[in-house]
């Protein structure tokens, strides 16, 4: 992808992202609102500062967004091996998803890691690579457990 | 400096001695681990503490989070997961150099200038104790406000290729530490109902997030069959001495920086070594290597690191505040044996005082020891190709990011963390100064806030202070700096394309 067309995607989030940040500031509840003669309370309150943070936020990305468009070069970001990245990203949201609807951490910690660890390896695809893979996962799980459950007693 | 005058073989007694030790060890693997840290540590062994006598109690504890400090550094070198909050700065140059085959020469950096931070904390807390307390309780919330201001400008040096971006950056992280209950009035802040969000957003999943499951980004996106250290010997834990000393004005500088943080309440060892890393990076004698495994930066934070313990014990044991979230866990420690830290400690008990002195040059020197000898267990993991330290990466982070409050939304904020810098480090927003406003941003928010109650609203009482002046002062001429610094930068590149194109 152009990196010129992912910056202003991006800048274009940032700034929807910001607005809807302002917004969302102005409608914080503030206890002290009732107090009559407390102008100050505003600025002393919980939504002035994020409603300035995220008002800046807007600004500098505009500020950004020009920047870019009237940038002339331009050059492509690169991403190599695609299929990993995606498929470690899709192993750790499992992951996380299973830890949490399933509980059984390190069971499910086991499988992910053992397909990480065999999906991973470029050796060839052998039963080998399949019993090193587990062998690595139960030793790293293990070890997790002798530290975090055992040890620091840290139910995960 | 009647202290010299209490003998210090007085307090290493056989047990003093083992628990000593034993902080130290656990202090270690504690910080080592991703999500723990000192805090964690003191807080899990302040149980065992119900029986010891108050010396062996505090000796444990300054042992404990000496250790800790240098033990986070241990996984930033290793894995690239910083340990603690602290050990972010240390990954940026220590990483590198680990991944060039060296991890023994990164964590032998981190360990030497640990200890000689350690070994300076100590020497302030020793002579600078009362004339340091009394200035630092004369900074209030305006000057607290503008050193948080003074640190965040300090990022556009972090990044001064794109500072819009750089500013967005920074600006992000501000807004990442406004989510949860406000620390005023209650109300809550972008939590969207999630109790979870009511307490904020932890900065161990971002981090753990940020800089460990990014770079497993960046590994599966390369060579996966890599190994990072081929040749065993360069796991041990050395540096050659004439290497080492180069460095030693920067350390000595990044020490008084860390002290000083450490000194003034709620800055602590986060703050500094954001702050160190910035003031760095201007006189480093290698910019070219700045971020790419500079041993200049890389000395210089763990040196601020640990120079923090020394002075966060400062305004403990002279005004009864503590200095640092872990120092204050440590006075909670002292209050559970009936010792109240305060102004007439040191008058009416300056034996404990005195212990907590030496202890302090007792821990270093033990966390000294045990670091030489058990380093190099932890560079092994190096030997590792990569797809299978990706793996162990990805599972200390995940744990790391849980264990830091058992919530199971810190795993999510994780791996959005992940993807999300993923995404902005391709498109040269600034990692650090997000890191460094993140880190500051509860702070600022709070001064900040009380300065404007305390003046009724008025933006004057940010102006009418001579020390506020002076921090202006400081402001100012550090976005100069930074203006010309960008400027200069961008016309050499024009200029090295010229050259090119004619070439």
Redesign the interface.
């Known amino acids: 992808m152009s990196y010129k067309k992912a910056s202003i995607i991006v800048l274009s989030i940032l700034i929807a992202l910001g607005i809807a940040g302002c917004w969302l500031s102005i409608q914080i509840a503030d206890s002290q609102s009732g107090i009559s003669g407390s102008s100050n309370n505003f600025f002393g309150g919980p939504r002035f500062y994020p409603l300035l943070i995220c008002a800046l936020v807007v600004i500098f990305s505009i500020w950004a967004l020009i920047l870019v468009c009237r940038q002339k070069d331009d050059r492509i970001i690169e991403i190599h091996h695609k299929k990993n990245l995606l498929f470690v990203i899709a192993v750790v949201i499992i992951w996380a998803v299973l830890w949490q609807k399933v509980g059984q951490f390190y069971a499910v910690s086991f499988v992910a890691m053992a397909a990480l660890l065999f999906f991973l390896n470029p050796e060839e695809q052998s039963a080998k690579k399949l019993l090193k893979s587990g062998g690595i996962a139960l030793l790293v799980v293990s070890f997790v457990y002798a530290i975090f459950g055992a040890v620091l007693r840290i139910p995960l | 400096m009647e202290f010299l005058s209490y003998n210090p073989l007085e307090i290493l007694s056989v047990s003093n001695i083992l628990y000593i030790i034993l902080g130290s060890i656990v202090g270690m ?1 504690i910080g080592a ?1 991703p999500g ?1 840290g000192a805090p964690v540590g003191c807080a ?1 062994l302040i149980p065992l503490t119900f029986t010891m006598p108050a010396e062996s109690a505090i000796l444990m504890l300054i042992s404990l989070y000496m250790a800790a400090q240098y033990g986070g550094s241990i996984s930033s070198v290793v894995l690239g997961i910083p340990g603690t909050p602290a050990a972010v700065a240390t990954v940026w140059d220590g990483t590198p150099i680990a991944r060039r085959g060296q991890p023994g020469l990164a964590l032998g950096y981190t360990l030497y200038a640990s200890t000689v931070g350690g070994i300076f904390g100590f020497l302030v807390l020793v002579m600078l104790t009362g004339p340091l307390s009394k200035f630092a309780i004369n900074m209030s919330d305006p000057e607290l406000f503008l050193v948080g201001l003074l640190g965040l400008v300090s990022t556009f040096s972090l990044d001064s290729k794109n500072p ?2 750089a ?2 950056s920074v ?2 992280g ?2 990442l530490g ?1 989510v949860g209950l ?1 620390v ?7 939590t969207f109902g999630n109790i979870y969000l009511g307490d904020g957003i932890s900065m161990v999943p971002v981090f753990a997030g940020m800089f460990a ?1 990014t770079e ?2 960046e590994m ?3 060579d ?2 890599m190994r990072y250290v081929t040749d065993v010997k360069n796991v041990r834990c050395k540096v050659p001495f004439k290497e080492f000393i180069k460095h030693i004005k920067a350390i000595l500088k990044a020490s008084v920086i860390g002290t000083i943080f450490g000194i003034v309440p709620g800055l602590g060892a986060g703050p500094a070594t954001m702050f160190t890393y910035a003031h760095a990076k201007r006189s480093a004698p290698d910019p070219e290597m700045v971020g790419n495994g500079s041993p200049h930066m890389l000395t210089s934070v763990e040196a601020c690191n640990n120079a923090v313990v020394g002075g966060g014990l400062v305004p403990l044991l002279s005004l009864g505040i503590p200095g640092t979230p872990t120092v204050a866990i440590v006075a909670s420690a002292l209050i559970m044996h009936g010792i109240h830290p305060g102004p007439n400690l040191l008058t009416h008990s300056p034996g404990l005082v005195y212990t907590v002195y030496w202890g302090l040059l007792f821990a270093t020197i033990c966390m000294f020891i045990f670091g030489k000898f058990t380093t190099s267990v932890f560079a092994r993991l190096l030997i590792c190709p990569n ?2 330290l ?3 990466v ?3 982070s ?2 790391g990011s ?2 830091a409050r ?1 919530y ?1 939304i810190d ?2 904020i994780a ?1 959005i963390a992940a ?1 999300v810098v993923y ?2 480090r ?2 040269d927003f600034s990692v650090g100064a997000f890191t460094l406003a993140f880190v500051l941003a509860s702070m600022i ?1 709070e001064h ?3 300065s ?2 305390l ?4 933006p004057m009482i940010f102006f009418n202070r001579p020390l506020c002046i002076v921090l202006w002062a400081l402001i100012i001429l550090l976005i100069v700096i930074s203006i010309r610094s960008a400027k200069n930068t961008k016309s050499e590149k024009a200029n090295a394309d010229k050259a090119n194109e004619t070439k």
């Open positions: 693997m681990m723990l899990l819009v971006r500013v967005i600006l992000l501000l807004f406004t406000d005023f009035t209650g109300a809550h802040r972008f499951l497993v980004f599966v996106s390369g996966l069959s797809y299978i990706a793996a162990i990805i599972i200390f995940l744990v849980y264990a058992y199971p795993v999510w791996i993807l995404v902005l391709k498109l928010e900040f806030r009380r404007l109650k003046s009724l609203g008025s």
